[in-house]
């Protein structure tokens, strides 16, 4: 969608937002899939209500795009905009035991940089691509921990008032990659408490963790991490496999050879190709195991 020409956009500059127009989002997302439009970058916290009234009273349809890594998006002229945080240096601060971040700052940063303070507890997100506010709106995890665990407070843009509020840790429902936040709530600022550990210790603790990824992930490749959430007390991946699904593709995107649960994009893999594999995969888990698998990446239909 392109709004660069209308009068709105004059609008949007005074409310401090960077408007960049016709940007291919295959360049924002780890997939390498997605369509062209206009990007808003949101330079300014304080202004995100009013130039969301603004985009609602001119019937701008707009999503929110975090790190771009868990997210599958289509093909195409979209038909809404894009809005984004400034991602070049994102605060991030420590006092004592509690860790003051921007959403927009990347996961695995944040954990090192908390590291460094002797701050631990997170070791095991290290290999997570994407955004603090993209793993606090999917709850990522990954080797026993999960992002939620440490959430003290989150300030945030809510859908549901229009307003930034500050929401307390206890009061955000965290479980397996979901949350109880809306999908149009903006992630802003987290505060975590986080245990004291030495350096070293946290250090080796990420070393593992490293090397666990590593050899079971296709690191290299293009992906969105894992297509499908595991069932309870299941393994996608381990389903996919025993169905000898690994390297079967539509298209250029294919079921990663090292992880059956990652599909990757080889080539030029289009939104098309990607859902025509899902929907293969789940359908021939569905006959084989008669487990119904649910998405974990989030498809942006048009
Ligand atoms: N397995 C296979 N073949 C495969 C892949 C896995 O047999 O191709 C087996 C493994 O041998 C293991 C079991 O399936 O016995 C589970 O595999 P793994 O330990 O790789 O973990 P996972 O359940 O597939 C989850 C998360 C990952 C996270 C890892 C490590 C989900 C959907 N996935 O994967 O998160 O990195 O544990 O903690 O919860 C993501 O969220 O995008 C993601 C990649």
């Known amino acids: 969608m392109r709004i660069s020409d209308k009068p709105i956009a004059a609008r949007l500059k005074e409310l401090g937002v960077e408007l960049r127009p016709g940007v291919p989002l295959s360049e924002k997302t780890s997939l390498g899939i997605g369509g062209k439009t206009d990007q808003l970058l949101l330079r300014q916290f304080d202004t995100i209500p009013e130039v969301m009234r603004l985009l609602a009273d001119e019937n701008i349809p707009r999503r929110f795009l975090g790190g771009g890594t868990n997210v599958l998006i289509d093909d195409g002229e979209l038909p809404y905009v894009v809005l984004h945080l400034p991602t070049s240096q994102p605060g991030m601060r420590v006092e004592g035991n509690t860790a003051f971040v921007d959403a927009a700052a990347d996961l695995g940063g944040m954990v090192t940089f908390c590291a460094k303070r002797d701050l631990g507890g997170m070791e095991g997100l290290i290999g997570v691509p994407g955004s603090v506010g993209g793993a606090l709106r999917m709850n990522a995890g990954a080797y026993g921990t999960q992002i939620g665990s440490y959430v003290r407070e989150v300030e945030l843009y809510r859908a549901a008032t229009g307003e930034i509020e500050t929401l307390r840790g206890d009061d955000i429902h965290f479980d397996y990659r979901h949350t109880s936040f809306a999908p149009d709530d903006v992630m802003l600022r987290v505060k975590l408490a986080l245990p004291s550990k030495p350096y070293k210790e946290i250090l080796a ?37 025993e169905l000898k699904l690994k390297g079967h593709r539509a ?10 649960n990652f599909f990757v994009n080889v080539a030029n893999a289009t939104c098309v190709d990607m859902l025509k594999l899902i929907d293969d995969v789940r359908e021939r888990v569905r006959s084989a195991y008669g487990v119904e698998l649910e ?3 989030i498809v942006w239909k048009n």
């Open 295 to 297: 998405n974990e990446v």
């Open 205 to 241: 603790g990420i070393r593992v963790c490293n090397e666990k990824r590593r050899s079971s992930q296709p690191l290299n490749q293009k992906s969105a991490g894992c297509i499908f959430k595991n069932p309870a007390g299941g393994s996608a991946g381990r389903m996919i496999d």
């Open 251 to 260: 298209g250029d995107a294919m079921v990663s050879d090292r992880h059956a």
